[in-house]
């Protein structure tokens, strides 16, 4: 289906329940925001996954192969040299260079990317945005949550649902998970953070280190997962693609545990 042409089109599709699980006040709300741009129709927990297929673009996950390369296209206007300096990225022969959970993540004056990892929206996205309009903040050791984050507030209770929520069910039944963290991409066990069981830090992008906390099951007290941010990473990414980031890895880490063998109840 292509793009909706005005709110009401997206509003139809709605629950109409004004649950604000979305963070907006009512489904009208979302549904206008949704057709600004400013959220993105898979943000509505209630909405049935067919439908948000239904209007993504060229079929695929929100921005979706449309928005990449609307992405791509604003980069062949911006000079590169100039962004890797803003960023402390590396250029070199006309590409500037950044580590992506630990790879090497590139794009060149036409908007082309290169790198060794598949290149997932959820992970070319974020890059390019960060290129586009990332500060260059560095992080400064502060972890703060995704509710502390500018527009976070919000959103947050789609962030534990989307996000928290998941990996906390794959931590529960794959006990494996953290180390693989590390050795996979790039990360490093933390210690002693808000008293959790296991912290482990990693790296989507440079300058927006995410860092995630579990806290084991004890005395009849469930388990408890959560993930926390440098609290400059507004600053090198609007709260959307956090958002998108943080669903993105969280998506590659259920189809990894279900890879090894892990059933994960949802």
């Given at each position: ?30 549904a206008g925001a949704v057709f600004q741009g400013r959220r993105a129709l898979s943000e509505c927990p209630r909405l049935d996954p067919e439908v948000i297929r239904r209007f993504a673009p060229s079929g695929g996950a929100d921005g979706g192969d449309d928005g ?198 949802g």
């Amino acid at each position: 289906m292509s793009a909706p042409k005005n709110a009401m089109e997206v509003f139809q599709h709605l629950e109409k329940s004004n649950c604000r699980d979305c963070g907006e006040k009512t489904c009208l709300a979302f549904a206008g925001a949704v057709f600004q741009g400013r959220r993105a129709l898979s943000e509505c927990p209630r909405l049935d996954p067919e439908v948000i297929r239904r209007f993504a673009p060229s079929g695929g996950a929100d921005g979706g192969d449309d928005g990449i390369e609307q992405l791509k296209a604003a980069v062949a206007n911006i000079d590169l040299s100039a962004a890797a300096a803003r960023l402390g990225a590396r250029y070199e022969n006309g590409r500037l260079t950044l580590k992506v959970l630990g790879k090497d993540f590139s794009v060149d004056a036409s908007g082309v990317i290169r790198t060794d990892i598949h290149v997932n929206p959820w992970v070319a996205a974020p890059f390019l945005m960060h290129v586009l309009h990332g500060e260059g903040a560095a992080p400064t050791g502060n972890w703060v949550s995704f509710r502390e984050l500018s527009g976070g507030k919000e959103r947050y209770p789609l962030f534990q649902k989307r996000c928290e929520e998941p990996l906390k069910r794959v931590a529960d039944v794959y006990t494996e998970l953290f180390d693989d963290m590390v050795h996979l991409f790039s990360g490093r066990q933390v210690e002693e953070q808000f008293a959790s069981d296991i912290a482990v830090a990693l790296h989507p992008l440079p300058k927006v280190p995410m860092m995630i906390c579990y806290w084991k099951p004890e005395d009849g007290i469930d388990s408890t997962l959560n993930l926390f941010f440098d609290e400059t990473a507004d600053r090198n990414l609007d709260i959307g693609t956090i958002f998108s980031l943080g669903a993105g890895f969280t998506q590659m880490i259920e189809r990894l545990a279900v890879r090894h063998g892990y059933k994960v109840e949802g």
